[in-house]
């Protein structure tokens, strides 16, 4: 769950696009691609490995990829350069989230210690269970509850059609849409194991609006009041924690 977070977020930057996907030599038009990188990875086949759940037996392995992306960029792409400059920011994001949710900083790439491999996972908080928690689950209904009804809420109250709206590029920017109806239906259904689960999920919706909406726009706006307002609710419970910084 703690990887998943991580890889939402990370998915959700805007320094994350020229890594959401495999390097095509031919459509990218760098052939030398393939002889110079050659354990290619990105993190939308890090997300697959996740999916797949027998891919990554450890934490470590997980974090292993991230920073495969991260080295890949940096060997074929020269300092200074766009690509280089925008692997440089995400990387500095992603340590600054393995920081948060998992308490120390990753080792840089390429290097992850052999004692570290198979090592027990700690996260820098305490996991605060929310299914079959009565306790908990009524605090995620409540804080929910209020933030639909706050004023910032309304572009986020149901999943983003892009036909309706005139915005057919949003799928090709937006991996991982999330909304507060869906949010809604996965706490009904009991799909939250942990109350940080729920909060990466409204944290999405606010990186998801971010990476969509340029700054200085009614939608961005409302992204951060949202944001705010989140928080809000949120601190009451201890759960603020694993909110993004304002």
Known sequence: ATSSRILLRLQAQPSALEFLAPVDPVTQGVPTYAVIVKSPMDLGTVRKNLLDRSKYRSIADFRRDVELVFSNCFLFNGAGTFVHTQGETLQRFFRHLWTQH??????????????EADAPFAPAHAEIPLRDSPDAE????????KLKRDASA????????????????????VKNPMDLSTVQKKLAKKAYVWAADFVADIQLIVDDCFLFNPPDTPVNDCGKALQKAARELLEPYGWALWLAPL
């Open 102 to 115: 998992v308490g120390s900083p990753p080792a840089p790439a390429p290097g992850i210690d052999a004692s």
């Open 138 to 145: 009524a605090a995620a209904r409540t804080v929910l509850a």
């Open 154 to 173: 309304w572009p986020f109250l149901k999943p983003v059609d892009p036909v309706a709206l005139g915005i057919p590029t949003y799928f090709d920017i």
